[in-house]
Structures are given as C-alpha cells and as structure tokens.
C-alpha cells in the first residue's frame, strides 16, 4: 500500500511501523530473502493503525492537521478543481491584500466567483501572504469581488483557511470591524447562491469575513472557533500549557460544528489528512460543489436570501419548555 507520511508525535505508531518495513525491505535486498509475507503483515498492521489512530483524533490533534505544512490552500483547490481561472487584483480603495484572492473560474462549464484565504508555502511566501491573514482591504476586496458576481448572476465559493483577520494597529486603523461587519451584512443578502469550505483553520472574524453561504462545510480535520486554543489557554490560564484543553473545551472541531447544526456538513479528507492526497480531496471537493451548485441554481433569490438569513438567526436560539 502506499506508505501515509507522518509529521506530529501522535503519529509515532505509524512512524514506528514504516521504519520496520523499510528495515524488512533492506534485508530482502541485501540477502535476497523473499520476505513478502512479513511486509503483507506489516502493510495490514499499517492500514489497521492509519484507520483507528485518524478516526479518533483529539480537537488538538485536528488543528495540528489544518496547519500542516504541506496541505493543500486555495491556490491549490483552484489548480486542481477548475478549468481556468482568472485572478482579480485591489479593494479599489487601498492596495490589493495578498492574503485574499479571488477572481472568476470555471467549474465543469459553470463560471463562479471564487475567493479564499491564500497563507502561503514556504516563509518567504507566507511574509508575502502575511500568513493568510487579511487586512481591511482584504474583505473589501472579497466584498467587490462578491458584487461583481451578483451583477453577472454567478455563484461565490469560499475557502477558509487562516488564523484570524490581521490585529496590527493600521489594520484596525483602516476599519478591521466595519471591514468584517460589513461583508456579514451583504453577505447575507447577496442574490446568488455561496458556497463556503473550511478548509484549513477557521479562526474568528477573519473566517467569518467570508463565511457565511447557503451551505457551510468543513472538512474532515479543520477547526472552526472564535479564537485559537493557543490564546484561550493564555487568557484563561496565562499559559500556552493547556492548549490541548483548551481545544476540547471551545468544541471546535468538524464533528462538533456539525452535531451543534452550526454547518450544513463534514468533507471526508483521504486517510491521514488532505495533504496525503490533494488530488483526491479536489476531486471530492468538486463533486460536493458541482452537487450543490445544480441545487442552489434554480432556488429564487428572494427565497435564497431568507433562507440563509434564517439559518444564521437559528443559531444560538435556546427554546425553553
């Protein structure tokens, strides 16, 4: 079986079971001893262990899957899931925030709008991206980007994936809040169906600055939350020490969203994360969006529009007997 590649300590079984059959592998060749059955074993043990350890992770574990160096963002997904693309540049106020990008793609014959969060891959890219985390002019441009599709009756796919709106003193200088404020509001309204994918971190208002759509998904081993478990765990406990507490408490992963109706549902990633296999995710992406994109299509815009802002109103709502 192809081999799954392991990063974090909770993937040491995993690790450990490689390095056998790497070492099983060696002395088949050395001594030229047929030792099929051994890696056929091992190769089983392999499969058993990927399947339990990855269908049980911690809310840790599962943000230190989203930040995986090597999983797939937004520039990937467009690479792999559309036919062409177009990128569109500037919020036509300040500058263009590279954190954000967005412009027209094709998707099996259909135009759509598509804008996400871009964190970059290596540190030179990431200091261009500033790590995924947009300024005001980021969301203002997502917001132009947004009307643009609503003149051209084209539907707005979202890619999550950052850490939070950038919290430096000219980005709130320049109107972080309204920023963010401002594109909950038209959102809400806007006439044409969105799509939105947590596809990596989901972090406070910066994921929400273009969160909200007729259909919220997350995929298997994402986080979305009002803060980090990083900063809850200093606040709460002036320490970084119980992040992993932290990440259980604040309920944050894929399976807790959904079981609190906060998303309309869960991606199922390749086994061992997105990373292993971004082909395969694109694909299972493109299928969920090609699916709900033939169903939002036909639905009237004013019943859209309700119907979304119904969602949104829902949550939260304790009704008492």
Not at 76 to 99: N, Q
Not at 205 to 210: Q, V, Y
């Amino acid at each position: 079986m192809e081999q799954i590649k392991t990063s974090f300590d909770f993937e040491k079984p995993l690790a450990d079971l490689m390095q056998q059959i790497e070492k099983v592998k060696q002395v088949a060749d050395k001594t030229k001893v047929d030792m099929s059955a051994t890696l056929a074993e091992l190769d089983e043990k392999v499969a058993t262990t990927s399947k339990k350890l990855y269908t049980n992770l911690t809310g840790w574990q599962k943000v230190q899957m989203s930040r995986h160096a090597e999983r797939p963002q937004t520039l990937d997904y467009i690479s792999l899931i559309c036919d062409d693309f177009i990128e569109m540049h500037g919020d036509r106020t300040v500058k263009d925030d590279k954190a954000i990008i967005g412009g027209f793609a094709t998707i099996d014959g259909q135009t759509v709008m598509i804008i996400g969060h871009q964190k970059g891959k290596n540190t030179k890219e990431r200091q261009y991206r500033n790590f995924g985390m947009a300024n005001p002019e980021g969301y203002r441009k997502a917001l132009r980007l947004m009307r643009l599709a609503e003149k051209f009756n084209k539907p707005v796919i979202s890619f999550i994936d950052t850490m939070g709106a950038y919290p430096g003193l000219e980005a709130e200088e320049r109107g972080q809040g309204e920023a963010i404020a401002r594109n909950l509001l038209e959102m809400s309204v806007l006439r044409v169906p969105i799509l939105c994918f947590v596809v990596g971190e989901g972090a406070s208002g910066g994921a929400l600055g273009i969160g909200i759509g007729d259909k919220v998904y997350m995929l298997e081993h994402t986080w979305y939350s009002v803060i980090s478990p990083e900063s809850c765990s200093s606040i709460l406990w002036r320490s970084w020490d119980f992040k992993e507490k932290a990440a259980e408490c604040l309920k944050l992963t894929s399976d807790d969203m959904y079981k609190n109706h906060l998303i309309d549902g869960i991606v199922k990633e390749p086994l061992g994360g997105a990373h292993q296999n971004p082909e395969l995710m694109a694909q299972t992406l493109k299928v969920q969006i090609v699916k709900d994109l033939k169903e939002l299509k036909n639905v009237n815009a004013d019943k859209l529009i309700e119907t979304r802002i119904e969602k949104f109103c829902a949550m939260g709502v304790v009704v008492e007997n």
